[in-house]
T-cell receptor, first 116, second 116 residues
Framework: GAGVSQTPSNKVTEKGKYVELRCDPI?????LYWYRQSLGQGPEFLIY????????DSGLPNDRFFAVRPEGSVSTLKIQRTERGDSAVYLC??????????????FGPGTRLLVL | AQKVTQAQTEISVVEKEDVTLDCVYE???????LFWYKQPPSGELVFLIR????DEQNEISGRYSWNFQKSTSSFNFTITASQVVDSAVYFC?????????????WGLGTSLAVNP
């Protein structure tokens, strides 16, 4: 597909469980971002990848959150020992590294995570 | 401080009315980018426009127009002859330098309801 895709679209889990959320960026986009959005709020930055490396992980709330992008394309956001407060929509975005294009982030449909 | 303020939390109009969504920003950067995104009930953030700080020309795209004024640090968005399909949450965002990243600073969004 042409856009950013995210799987699963919905995830329900129990407190204390481990979850993985996947993001497949637009083909050729080297920059990838993860955000979290709570109801009635704007997106909250979590982490930014340039290629395979996490260039900025300052938004990760604590060490239960981790993300990887081993081949510079697909990324996985991993949450350990989930808590009810982790319930949110997790958004992924990607952007081109070409001059004039790197500033615009294109978003996926999000994964709605509910921790019971 | 680097901040985006969308003072209007909710707006309700009747179809065919014109509506303006306000956005005021604060930044120390001399080079920055401003964005508008639309988030329909489906949840996906849809990119509408990017404007860089050196380009104060207003832009029109169909029924959408944007008014960028550096003197008042505003980047307002007008929908002419609104339609029910315009119902969504609209976010204004500011892209600023953050070390080796450019971060998006988001407003809280304006929820627009267009009623038939």
């Amino acid at each position: 597909g042409a856009g950013v895709s995210q799987t699963p679209s919905n995830k329900v889990t129990e407190k204390g469980k481990y979850v993985e959320l996947r993001c497949d960026p637009i083909s050729g986009h080297t920059a990838l971002y993860w955000y979290r959005q709570s109801l009635g709020q704007g997106p909250e930055f979590l982490i930014y990848f340039q290629g395979t490396g996490a260039a900025d992980d300052s938004g990760l709330p604590n060490d239960r959150f981790f993300a990887v992008r081993p081949e510079g394309s697909v990324s996985t956001l991993k949450i350990q020992r989930t808590e009810r407060g982790d319930s949110a929509v997790y958004l992924c975005a990607s952007s081109s590294n070409l001059a004039g294009g790197r500033e615009t982030q294109y978003f996926g449909p999000g994964t709605r995570l509910l921790v019971l | 401080a680097q901040k985006v303020t969308q003072a209007q939390t909710e707006i309700s109009v009747v179809e065919k009315e014109d509506v303006t969504l306000d956005c005021v920003y604060e930044t120390r950067d001399t080079t920055y980018y401003l964005f508008w995104y639309k988030q329909p009930p489906s949840g996906e953030l849809v990119f509408l426009i990017r404007r860089n700080s050196f380009d104060e020309q207003n832009e029109i795209s169909g029924r959408y127009s944007w008014n960028f004024q550096k003197s008042t640090s505003s980047f307002n968005f007008t929908i002419t002859a609104s339609q029910v399909v315009d119902s969504a949450v609209y976010f204004c965002a500011l892209s600023v330098n953050a070390g080796n990243n450019r971060k998006l600073i988001w407003g809280l969004g304006t929820s627009l309801a267009v009623n038939p």
